[in-house]
């Protein structure tokens, strides 16, 4: 069962020169139940701008994409409640403690204060966010803070993870942590979308790979797919080469 | 969970959110608590203080020559003795004793070069006073009257006490030589002055206090709003945490109410805590003497009632303030935004403080100053009819829904959401614009509540003095109600890409459809008169909603009959329709249910016909009409409604004879108008009224089930 299609999707800014530009161009792909799709490129490509109009908060300039089967155009509120986006560089609340973020988040997906304390309880566990759970948000560390945001997304038990960047800037205990519970995840039937900068993190945890350049995609498949296509074994040689950018720099190190 | 359930989360989160901060609980609670007695202790300190000393400071006299020196010194000497006679007469522990002047005798005098030098010297303020006579010496006959030129800057506070020291000094003299020249010949002190004056000042007496305390107040809350306004929304943005809320299923709308409550929670917090903390200064701290003007007291009575009605101005601040922030993407942009809102608002605030501004015209409804005026006439201790305070309470209550409306069309817009996604000004660029069927309920409720004070403001610039003119009123209307309520609208429309068609209902309807809306134009006045008598009996009417009725059927006995109904019924019908059963209610329509659309929308019709008399009558004609708008899907039922409705309203002043067939009593009664109709006509009125709200109950195409928000495009699927 296909959990995500995007079709035809463009996005359009305005530029200062009274013209426009276009972030993300005709940009098409599918994901089926309980995979993790890869989204990858360099920066501009178009990623983050793909991952916000798939979670509804930016609309398309044209083309439609599809959540479980709900539009993201028409049917915004059904299209949020299946669906838990993290974001690149997202903030917590400063002043609230992790566990009172995660309760308020979970009341915000509509459950009642029982339910939401139980939820978060569980989800602290299951991140091992015990040890400072009491704390204020602004206290904890990147990598500490990464866990909450994480606990944050998923409060609602979404059939659909949208990730961007979730392992940006951390250390390896916490990546560690984050990567094994993305992959517990995809085992519990969940469907999840991925953008990330670590292609080595892409070849070991991705089902498929969708290679992003200026906003179109340039190749589509699983990792053996895209070795034949490129003739080249290392994911990032096979980008290199696909995006054309193989020849005036050498490989750029992952 | 429910609506109510959703905004007490958020409610309760961002409270605790803010009132964690640091920073909130300094502009909160330190400020009023601790700088404001300061700043009171301080400032009144040091007016007293000066005062105290300049009267106490040896005087420095000026003159122009060697012979007005000596007769300076010779009416300080006599003064000197007199004052000294006359204390030893009193008790030294009297009043009168202790507010014996002072007597000038430790004044120096400095002798000029010339009059020239001595003026030159004042304005340069190296010498306070300057006093010339005309001639050389003193007065020595009672045929005799020398004038006595008091030099002095009385602009500058040194002048103006030097000046009137020595105005008392000539005073005192005079006095004494009158009392001298009548004990003389033996003459009463009535031969010089028959009558005397006395000035019985019935002020109240927290005079200072009502000038003064409302626009602190105000600023006050207006502080205490900015700081919260801008944290949970530009703020929300700043830390990156709006993205992750803007995931939630959680209507925008919700968040931004939720919002607007805790920033309204805070500001009244605020104030509270300010009014507590002036009336605790003025109380603890010996002052009341000081600022009431005639020695009162505290009136915390009054206090406590300035309260009440700083919440709807709260409401207001923190709506609009809401509303400004959520434009902007951080704290820095946000501050720069809330500057010359501030001075916006200061303008109407400032203006309403005025001494001479009162509670009526324009000022009823303009935003801000009106409830700087209801407060400051309620501490003057005036009356203010309870219409006048309705008024008020409605006309902030508007334009603080609609500063709602447009933060939460504003809060969690892409552009604002993500500054690296196009510039600020992209949301007003025409080719980034979708087409959309209909207008937001922001952009509705935001023109509606501009075209309002600007409105009342018409109505009452062209309000006749003479009846010769009143007919002005109506040929000026007739002007600028197509322009208000119908080019701008659709002007505004047509930039922003909204299909004017839809908007405005520009269908033609079932036959059915116009049968409702002729059958409800034809029997709505029956129930409606029955409802005003009713309201008469309860509230009474006021002289002017009579005046105004009796002056514009005189009008309109003068007018040609067809002019009166082009006037009167199809102008308003056509253009009102246009801007509230379509502009507004499709507005409104595009995301609230049926009926609270419906009702918004007739609350915003009643509050545009000004009398507060005539809002239940109207709103409850507004009901109808957008019902039939509704139900049929085009404007044009409520049109002939409306049009009709009017025009038998016409005809009951132009042709009289067909009441009377119908058995009500003739208009020459003055009372007949608050009469109540014949039984039958009552009831036949209903029966028809009714008939016609059957007729329209059917709707007109098939539509999602009722209740459902109606976020399909237009209001039909045509």
Same mark, same amino acid.
């Given at each position: 069962m296909e959990m995500v299609v995007a079709d035809?999707? !463009? *996005?359009?800014?305005?530029?200062?020169d009274g013209g426009e530009k276009r972030a993300v161009d005709g940009l098409s792909f599918r994901v089926g139940q309980g995979q993790i799709y890869g989204l990858l490129g360099p920066n501009g490509a178009g990623k983050t701008t793909t991952l916000r109009m798939l979670s509804g908060l930016m609309a398309p300039t044209s083309g439609t994409a599809t959540l479980a089967g709900f539009d993201v155009a028409t049917q915004p509120q059904e299209v949020k409640r299946v669906l838990g986006f993290l974001t690149a560089n997202t903030g917590l609340y400063q002043r609230l403690s992790a566990r009172e973020l995660l309760i308020y988040f979970a009341q915000l997906h509509r459950m009642d204060r029982a339910q939401a304390e139980a939820?978060?309880? =569980?989800? #602290?566990a299951w991140l091992g966010i015990e040890d400072f759970?009491? +704390?204020?948000?602004?206290?904890?560390?990147?990598?500490? *803070? =990464?866990? @909450?945001? #994480?606990?944050?997304?998923? @409060?609602?038990?979404? &059939?659909?993870? !949208?990730?961007?960047?979730?392992? +940006?800037?951390?250390? $390896? +205990?916490?990546?560690?942590? #984050?990567?094994?519970? #993305? *992959?517990?995840e995809r085992h519990a039937g969940k469907t999840i979308i991925l953008s990330t900068h670590y292609l080595d993190e892409a070849e070991t945890m991705c089902d498929q790979i969708g290679l992003l350049h200026d906003g179109r995609l340039v190749a589509e498949g699983d990792l053996e797919s895209l070795r034949e296509l490129s003739g080249e074994h290392r994911l990032s040689s096979i980008f290199l080469k696909l995006i054309h950018a193989d020849r005036p720099i050498g490989a750029a190190g992952a | 969970m429910t609506f109510p359930h959703r905004i007490r989360t958020i409610y309760v989160k961002e409270l605790i959110d803010i009132l964690r901060d640091r920073r909130t609980l300094i502009a909160m609670i330190v400020v009023p608590i601790v700088l404001y007695p300061l700043l009171m202790l301080g400032s009144v300190q040091a007016v007293s203080y000066q005062h105290e000393s300049l009267e106490q400071e040896a005087l420095r006299i000026g003159v122009a020559d060697d012979a007005h020196r000596r007769m300076v010194t010779q009416l300080i000497h006599a003064d000197r003795v007199a004052l000294d006679e006359r204390k030893a007469t009193l008790d030294p522990e009297s009043d009168e004793a202790k507010g014996l002047p002072t007597p000038l005798d430790d004044a120096t005098i400095e002798v000029f070069d010339s009059l020239a030098d001595l003026q030159r010297a004042i304005r340069e303020r190296a010498i306070p006073v300057g006093v010339v006579f005309d001639g050389e010496t003193l007065v020595d006959s009672i045929e005799r009257q020398v004038k006595v030129h008091v030099n002095a800057d009385y602009e500058e506070p040194r002048g103006t006490s030097a000046g009137r020291r020595v105005e008392g000094l000539i005073q005192r003299t005079n006095e004494r030589l009158q009392e001298a020249r009548l004990h003389e010949r033996g003459l009463p002190k009535s031969f010089l002055e028959p009558y005397t004056v006395e000035t019985v000042d019935l002020s109240a007496p927290s005079s200072v206090l009502g000038e003064v305390l409302p626009l602190i107040l105000i600023l006050m809350t207006i502080t205490g709003a900015i700081y919260p306004a801008i944290d949970l929304t530009a703020g929300e943005r700043e830390r990156g945490t709006l993205e992750s809320l803007m995931v939630c299923p959680v209507p925008v709308i919700d968040l931004i109410v939720g919002k607007f409550l805790v920033v309204t929670t805070v500001?009244?917090?605020g104030a509270a805590l300010n009014l507590a903390s002036v009336t605790a200064t003025v109380y603890f701290g010996g002052f009341d003497k000081v600022i009431a003007s005639t020695g009162g007291h505290v009136p915390i009575g009054k206090m406590l009632f300035i309260l009440l009605a700083l919440i709807p101005f709260a409401v207001l601040m923190s709506a609009i303030m809401i509303a400004v922030c959520s434009y902007a993407r951080t704290f820095k942009e946000a501050q720069n935004y809330v500057t010359p809102v501030i001075l916006a608002v200061l303008i109407p605030g400032g203006v309403a403080a005025l001494p001479a501004t009162r509670l009526e015209g324009i000022m009823l409804v303009m935003p801000v100053g009106n409830m700087v005026l209801l407060a400051k006439e309620l501490l003057l201790g005036a009356a203010v009819p309870p219409w006048q305070v309705v008024m008020v309470l409605l006309s902030t209550t508007f334009y603080a829904g609609a500063a709602v409306a447009v933060a939460a069309g504003i809060f969690g817009k892409e552009s604002v959401v993500f500054a690296d996604a196009g510039s600020l000004s992209g949301s007003f660029a025409r080719k980034m614009m979708k087409p959309s069927p209909r207008p937001s309920v922001s952009m509705s409720l935001l023109v509606t509540a501009l075209l309002f004070p600007t409105w009342f403001f018409v109505q009452s610039a062209l309000s006749p003095g003479l009846d010769e003119a009143a007919a002005g009123q109506l040929y000026g209307t007739a002007w600028l109600m197509p322009l208000l309520f119908v080019v701008l609208p659709v002007g505004i429309l047509l930039y922003w890409k909204v299909d004017v068609v839809r908007t405005f209902g520009l269908r033609v309807p079932r036959l059915r459809h116009w049968a409702a809306g002729a059958l409800v134009g034809l029997s709505a006045w029956a129930p409606a008169h029955e409802l005003n008598v009713l309201q008469e009996s309860v509230l009474g009417v006021p002289e002017t909603v009579v005046r105004s009725a009796e002056r514009l059927a005189e009008v309109v006995k003068l007018l040609p009959p067809a002019t009166a109904i082009l006037l009167l019924a199809l102008l308003p019908a056509v253009c009102e329709e246009l801007l509230f059963r379509g502009f507004l209610l499709s507005g409104l329509g595009s995301s609230m249910r049926k009926w609270a659309a419906i009702v918004a929308a007739a609350a915003v019709f009643g509050v545009f016909h000004f009398f507060v008399f005539r809002f239940a009558v109207t709103a409850g004609l507004g009901v109808i009409l957008g019902y039939l708008c509704w139900q049929s899907r085009s404007i044009l039922p409520a049109m002939v409604t409306h049009a009709v409705h009017n025009t038998v309203g016409l005809l009951s002043v132009i042709r009289p004879e067909w009441l009377r067939w119908i058995g009500v009593a003739d208009d020459a009664d003055p =009372?007949?108008?608050?009469?109540? +109709? &014949?039984?039958? $006509? $009552?009831? !036949?009125?209903?029966? $028809?009224?009714?008939?016609?709200?059957?007729?329209?109950?059917?709707?007109?195409? &098939?539509?999602?089930?009722?209740?459902?928000?109606?976020?399909?495009?237009?209001?039909?699927?045509?």
């Open positions: 035809s999707l !463009v *996005k359009a800014f305005p530029t200062p939820r978060a309880e =569980q989800l #602290i759970a009491h +704390l204020r948000c602004g206290a904890l560390s990147t990598g500490q *803070k =990464q866990r @909450v945001n #994480i606990a944050r997304a998923l @409060v609602a038990d979404p &059939p659909i993870l !949208v990730m961007d960047e979730p392992t +940006l800037g951390l250390d $390896v +205990l916490s990546n560690r942590v #984050i990567l094994d519970f #993305i *992959k517990r | 500001a009244v917090m =009372q007949a108008e608050w009469a109540h +109709l &014949p039984l039958p $006509v $009552v009831l !036949v009125g209903s029966a $028809v009224l009714l008939l016609g709200l059957y007729l329209a109950s059917r709707p007109a195409d &098939p539509q999602p089930a009722a209740g459902n928000s109606l976020s399909l495009p237009g209001r039909g699927s045509e």
